[in-house]
Structure formats: C-alpha cells, structure tokens
C-alpha cells in the first residue's frame, strides 16, 4: 500500500482537525497571514507532525512503514486545510468554516458506513513540547507509551472506588476502559487516586 492510499481512520482525522484549527490556523496567521506558500509553515508542520506521532495514542505504532504511512496521510491534511485557505476572494475564517464543515460531513459518513451508532469515546490532548504528557480539564498526567495503549481499568474497581461520570455503557465487554479514556473523560477521579500519585504531574489552580 503506497503513502497515497492511507486513509486516517475517524478518530484519527478528528485529532488532526482540531489540531488544524485550533493549533495551525493561529501559526499561519502569525507567520504568514499573507499565505505566501505552504513553505513558510513546512518547518512547524513537520514538528507538530513528529510530536503527533510519538504521543498520541490513536497514531503510536512500533512499524516504521506504518508510521511513515500515517505521517504521509497527516501531512496531507495540513496541506489541503493550508491550500483550502488560499481560496480566491475568501476571508480565512469562511474558508476555516468551509473546511470544518466539509470534515464533519466526511466524518460521519465513514462513521455510518462502519455502523457505529455510539459517541466515540476521547482521548487527552498531548501537551506540546513535553513528551507523554497529557492535560484534561487542567490536570496533567505523565504516562510511558506502552501504558498508554494498555493500561485499563475495571468497571467495579472505577465504581468502587467512586468514579460516577463514565457510564457502565462506555466500557467494553470485559467491562474495561482504557486509562487514557478516563483520563479524557474523568480526571479528577482519576487524579485522586492514591496509586496515580506520581503519574500526576499538574492540577487546576484553585481560585
């Protein structure tokens, strides 16, 4: 399978959309508002590229085909959200809208098309710059990449031990969830925990 034949899969084509409008767009408006040429933002593409691949969970794979695959089909996500922008006599936030739009169509559709009727369950965002450390609603946690893929966590342990915001529904048929989910959808509980204490590396200031 050539570079021009991987497709991201949902998940993953979600994560580099959020990352294109919450992350590049402010880039290329900072460094070129003028949108002189892809190559003006290529360097910082490249990093933010690299740093995708080493740390997020949905792209982290030990096959050095794959990974340049994936990193071939990221790339071109940003190159096609950049060049959508250059649109002749378009403002950059319709163009933005545009784009946003056109990906949640597509997104659905392959939802649809895989028959999945149920919210996929988030992940944590990687903190730029710090390597395997994820921040959700303030808190931060340091996890090595092999636990981030399969450290989970039972249903009766996360109920005894008071976790309430994640429904028994949300768990898979051996009533686990991965650690990462809950740190996604449940950081408080999960910081809380007294055997999570070194994995926690930052907490929201309190007012």
């Known amino acids: 399978m050539s570079g021009k034949d991987r497709v991201l899969n949902v998940d993953q084509a979600g994560v580099v959309a959020s990352i294109l409008c919450n992350e590049f767009l402010p880039i290329i408006r900072q460094n070129d508002p003028e949108l002189s040429g892809f190559a003006v933002v290529r360097k910082w593409v490249s990093d933010r590229l690299t740093l995708l691949l080493s740390t997020h969970p949905l792209f982290l794979t030990d096959e050095l085909t794959e990974a340049r695959l994936l990193r071939v089909a990221a790339n071109t996500h940003f190159r096609n959200f950049y060049h959508s922008l250059r649109v002749e006599d378009t403002s950059l936030g319709d163009s933005v809208l545009h784009y946003a739009s056109t990906r949640v169509m ?15 369950l988030s992940l944590p965002s990687p903190v730029v710059g710090e390597n395997n450390v994820f921040i959700s609603q303030g808190y931060k946690f ?3 990449k092999r636990l981030q893929t399969s450290w989970y966590v039972h249903l009766k342990d996360y109920q005894d031990c008071g976790g309430c915001v994640i429904k028994p529904s949300k768990f ?19 910081a809380n925990q007294e055997d999570m204490a070194k994995y926690v590396i930052g907490r929201p200031r309190e007012s």
């Open 106 to 120: 597509r997104t659905r559709s392959v939802s649809r098309k895989a028959g999945s009727h149920t919210d996929r």
């Open 142 to 144: 340091k996890l090595k």
């Open 172 to 190: 898979n048929d051996r009533k686990e969830i991965l650690l990462m989910t809950i740190i996604a959808r449940d950081p408080e509980w999960l």
